[in-house]
């Protein structure tokens, strides 16, 4: 056998590969803006990804399309510097893990502030306005209270925002 063939198989796996791959992407993408049914069940390459459920960032925990409020670990928001706002999509395996994924963030500005501490919660002022922050994002910043820090909140004033993503110490 030639090494025509051999390449052309090679080539046309790779081509049903993608394939795949861009058709579970398009029906998650269609199963999100459509919104008929929030909570979806799909088999992709052989393995079962669970309960897809989408949701909205509130400052610490989603708030799904189900009205149900999902933990979200308090390290993954403080590394993806997930604001308030934000969209997540929460995938609940079969065998009950929580995996999340930021799908939308929304439109953020960054702003410097004070850092403060109360009744074991971080906040940091920004002109009149506190937002809390998390305490996973002041440890491993390693800020302490006084210090100026940088913070990310909704670009939107509108939006009456409690928390805010830190960003740096200063």
Known sequence: MSDIPEKQIKRLRSLINEAETSLAAAKELLVSLVGDDPVLTEKVKGKSLGKVIEGVFDGQNMVGSDAKTYPVP????????????????????????????QIGPIPRKQVVGALDQKDGHYFVKVGKKEYRVLLASVTYFKAKPGDQVSVNIPEDDSVDAEWAALEAAL
């Open 74 to 101: 308090a390290n993954y928001a403080s590394k993806s510097k997930l604001v308030q706002g934000d969209i997540l999509k929460l995938t609940i395996a079969d065998d009950g893990a929580f995996m999340y994924k």
